[in-house]
């Protein structure tokens, strides 16, 4: 599961990464579930077009009677995403990147948590693969919302957890996001652990630039329990 992330680069570097229009906004070091967060996708009103827009992290899926965020769903995993009911249109039709700079999972260790930051080697930025969904209610109102998938880990994942967010490379994000020309045998094919020696990983406790928080600072300890 992906429980925690980072978007800490400024604008400019976004936009570069992206070829979008990023605002300001502040370095976010621990973004939670349920908070708003900054995806890119293709335009829902203009064919091919993409767009930066800002959804709600934890998938509630058009069909639900009511918006209850106790129960939305902030991971998707890849296996069976296809068959399930709440993600199937959604990774038919709403496939979203979702901006980084890195991601967080807790390593067991006797009766202590670890928490370690992993990140792309050589990228400050880099995407995570989403879906996202529109819930109108009955009065008009709409709310947008979206999940990470997540996929096997691979080497460098597995020693801290059983699963991983999915990443996307940069040469495949028109792929991931064209979701008139792009079929179910092809994603198969994106949705796979990412290559382990592309990946950083840093244990928070140790190891850190002086500018880095701790754990500590970085975590509630209610995070930590």
């Known amino acids: 599961m992906c429980c925690r992330f980072q978007l800490v ?10 070829g979008l ?6 370095a976010r070091k621990n973004i939670k579930p ?13 064919f091919g077009k993409r767009q930066v827009a800002l959804t709600l992290w934890g998938f ?13 769903m902030f991971n998707a995993r890849a296996e069976g995403i296809w068959e399930k009911p709440s993600f199937r249109h959604a990774i038919a039709r709403r496939r979203c990147l979702i901006p980084a700079t890195g991601f967080y999972e807790w390593e067991h260790y006797g009766q202590s948590r670890i928490p370690w930051q992993f990140g792309v080697k050589g990228e400050q930025v880099f995407s995570l693969g989403g879906i996202w969904e529109q819930w109108n ?4 109102e709409e709310i947008e919302t979206c999940a990470i998938i997540t996929v096997a880990p ?6 801290v957890h ?13 792929k991931w996001l064209n979701c008139e020309h792009c079929f179910a045998d092809e994603l198969a094919a994106l949705m796979t652990p990412y290559p382990s020696e592309q990946m950083t990983a840093t ?20 995070d930590l329990l």
Not at 21 to 26: L, S
Not at 60 to 72: G, Y
Not at 162 to 174: A, V
């Open 154 to 159: 691979n080497e460098t994942m597995r020693r």
């Open 9 to 18: 680069a400024p604008s400019e570097a976004l936009t570069e990464h992206f």
């Open 162 to 174: 059983n699963r991983m967010p999915l990443i996307i490379h940069p040469d495949n994000y028109e």
């Open 137 to 140: 209610g009955a009065s008009g």
């Open 21 to 26: 229009q990023f605002d300001e906004a502040p």
């Open 34 to 46: 349920a908070q708003p967060i900054t995806i890119v996708r293709i335009h829902p009103a203009i």
């Open 60 to 72: 509630i899926p058009s069909f639900a009677k009511l918006p209850d965020p106790t129960r939305a």
């Open 203 to 222: 244990p928070l406790e140790s190891g850190l630039p002086d500018d880095f928080p701790t754990a500590r600072d970085l975590f509630t300890p209610e």
